[in-house]
């Protein structure tokens, strides 16, 4: 399988003890392939480690990281908030938000909202969030799947994890935009691309 091969050649590369990945049409949701490595022989299924025998793709949960900035940046367009060309300022690299530092892998000043997606700037995703109302990001992050199963008749899917919004802190809507505060199956995640790539469709 293509996916399979190519998986093999991630986890050669980063020397990571497991991969996987989904390949989805984004129009119709179908799953076309579906592969985690190691994978096992299934003529062989006795002689593996049980941890071999996980779908990890609908089983296992990560912090999705800057994977997830797309979530408040569709919400902010939705609403009409920001615009792709809006500036912020993203503060050199470092900005202080209640007692917390952020800070983004490179120093920027002013980026526009693609950009800031294109750089992956914690920073400016921070600060295009300050102005968004109470309970937003919570919202779109619910719309998006996450936090909740997507039915896919395979056993043991996991909800992955997503505080109830009475649980988050001051800096939480900050913290889950940049995908940190919550985690994701691989195919939540794959299902919420899906809705960019299609034009809105969950």
Known sequence: CILQDELLKI????????????IVDPFTGDILAMATVPSLDLNKYSSYSINIHRNRTVIDTYAPGSTFKIVALAGGIEEGLIRENDEYYCENGRYRIHDLILKD????????????????????????????????????????????????????EA?????????????SDVYVSIGQEINSTTLQTAMAYSVIANGDIY
């Open 11 to 22: 986890g050669e590369n980063t020397k990571a003890q497991n991969v996987n990945g989904i």
């Open 105 to 156: 892998h490179e120093p920027y000043e002013e980026l526009t909202v693609r950009e800031i997606l294109m750089h992956s700037s914690n920073i400016g995703i921070a600060k295009i969030v300050e102005n968004y109302n109470s309970g937003l990001i919570y919202d779109y992050v619910r719309k998006f799947g996450f936090g909740s199963k997507t039915g896919i008749t395979l056993p043991s």
């Open 159 to 171: 909800n992955g994890i997503l505080n109830t919004y009475s649980d988050w802190t001051l800096v």
